[in-house]
């Protein structure tokens, strides 16, 4: 009984993270997939084949992302974006996404440095990752210290610490390293 016991939780470790996986990836290109498959289902009805959506989202992306660097274009979506800017409550929602994907994606990527505090008060350290280094210009008291973001175990949720710049040490980790060993609570320690 023991032996089909253990065979059963090998089978479990080895089955559920390989269908977990598969189940995500799925939801992900379904969701892709949907946002311009929609549009694209009733122009090409039974040729319509799962990808063209992701496919054309793709592309669309692409070719405004040509465009914005051309003279005409790209002026028309500065104006947009200095519009999107000034309108009440939308300019709030429009800059935080804009600067999200901007330190993922841009020049200046926010979560590039791990680094480790120490909690104030006890010998508990934590590792979170920079996400500004210039705080005088958000106020200027602050001129001393660095945004750390502090991801929680297990979930896309965290907070955001001002911490005092000699108190934060700046560690030799890859990004997606320390990410792994934070959201698995620790469980990814070691290097393959």
Known sequence: MKSILRNFVKGVLTIVPIVLVIFVIYKIFMFLDG??????KPFL???YIPGFGLLFTFVLISVLGWM???F???RILRIVDRLLEKIPLVKTLYSVIKDTIHSFFGEKKSFSKVAIITIPGTEVKTIGFITSEDLESFYNPLKDHVAIYIQQTFQIAGMTFLIPKEKVEIIDVKPEDAMKFILSGGMTSTKE
């Open 72 to 74: 005409i274009t790209g």
């Open 68 to 70: 914005s660097t051309k």
């Open 45 to 47: 009805h039974d040729d």
């Open 35 to 40: 946002i311009l498959g929609s549009f694209l």
